[in-house]
């Protein structure tokens, strides 16, 4: 998926959304989404920054974003923050 400037932003996240709705164990770092999705770096970061703020994704201490409700499920799982 290549970013456009006349694509609208919903496209892009409706995208991301289901690609993490799809694969609840995805978890991937900001570079490696940026790549799968084709988007560029400053474009990744805003847009996965958004799903952190909505609680749709978590970032983990090592950087990954991963699904917020598959990972609370997970009973006594610590690696997990909320924000950038």
Not at 10 to 28: A, N, S, T
Not at 34 to 42: H, T
Request: hydrophobic share 35%; proline share 6%; aromatic share 8%.
């Amino acid at each position: 998926m290549k970013s456009t400037p006349g694509r609208p932003a919903v496209d892009i996240i409706q995208r991301v959304r289901c690609e993490f709705l799809e694969m609840p164990g995805l978890r991937l770092t900001e570079k490696q989404a940026g790549r799968l999705w084709g988007l560029e770096p400053p474009l990744c970061s805003t847009l996965l920054r958004s799903l952190v703020d909505a609680g749709f994704l978590l970032r983990t201490r090592d950087g990954s974003y991963v699904r917020a409700d598959h990972v609370t499920a997970a009973r006594g799982y610590q690696g997990i923050y909320r924000g950038a």
